[in-house]
């Protein structure tokens, strides 16, 4: 068993805390509409979630992984697709089951919180405050809003120092191998949650300590005064 001293949680949003996908088909379809494009399910649009919304947009444009759209196109497409995603950005978004009443439980357990997405700060912010979870982060660090996004360590070593814990005093829960690989690269812990919008990545072989196929699950492994205690990878 690993034993770790711990202060802070750092949590990923998109696929970890909520379940964004319904609006960002939305507004994916409503782009691809007004570009006179077909529409796309949202299992696909699922597929291109992690890398933030530009990047979401690019692979909808081209339907490769990594493509880049002719640049004034993309300039098009942006622009519909920010417009619409801005305004309905928590229409059928929602928390995964058991998120709020856990970040209640684990902000009474006294840990300092922190919110690390790749999703841009316009979006991000106000759809922390539509579901009702703004309050429980004391810091909150958006794709847009350092040099580098992850899966580069800075924003989770940026939300360290905010939050005026070390690196190894904080845990990060997250969906995906860019959770993952930034958790690495930062040398912190990193706890997995199955049911977000990992792509099919092994994220134990990305380094996830434990995998919890649900949000409260997370707790089975913070205990008591702050310790983190990874005994095994859960199912
Ligand atoms: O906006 C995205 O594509 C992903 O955002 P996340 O980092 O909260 O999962
Ligand atoms: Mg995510």
Redesign the pocket.
């Known amino acids: 068993m690993t034993v770790f001293p711990l202060a802070a949680l750092l949590f990923?949003?998109?696929?970890?805390?909520?379940d964004?996908a319904p609006d960002?088909a939305d507004a994916a379809n409503h782009m691809l509409t007004s570009l006179g494009r077909p529409v796309c399910d949202e299992a696909t649009v699922s597929g291109?979630?992690?890398?933030?919304?530009p990047?979401?947009i690019k692979r909808a444009l081209t339907g490769e992984r990594f493509g880049e759209p002719d640049a004034a196109l993309f300039a098009r497409a942006q622009a519909l697709y920010d417009a619409y995603y801005e305004t309905h950005v928590a229409d059928r978004s929602r928390l995964y089951p058991g998120v709020a009443q856990t970040l209640a439980d684990l902000r009474a357990d006294g840990f300092r919180m922190a919110?690390?997405?790749?999703?841009?700060g316009r979006?991000?912010r106000p759809l922390l405050g539509a579901l009702g979870i703004a309050g429980y982060f004391d810091v909150v660090l958006c794709?847009d809003e350092l040099a580098r996004?992850?899966p580069d360590p800075l924003p989770l070593v940026t939300a360290c120092e905010r939050l005026g814990v070390i690196r190894d005093g904080a845990v990060l829960v997250?969906?995906?191998g860019?959770?993952m690989r930034a958790a690495k690269a930062a040398g912190m812990p990193a706890l997995a949650v199955t049911y977000?919008?990992h792509h099919g990545a092994d994220l134990v072989a990305l380094g996830a300590a434990a995998m919890t196929p649900t949000f409260d699950g997370i707790r089975n492994f913070l205990r008591f005064e702050g310790r983190f205690l990874c005994a095994q990878a859960l199912p």
Request: hydrophobic letters at 35%; aromatic letters at 8%.
């Open positions: 990923d949003l998109d696929g970890t805390l909520v964004t960002l291109w979630i992690g890398d933030g919304v990047r979401l919110c690390v997405t790749n999703k841009a979006f991000a794709g996004a992850k997250g969906d995906s860019n959770d977000g919008y």
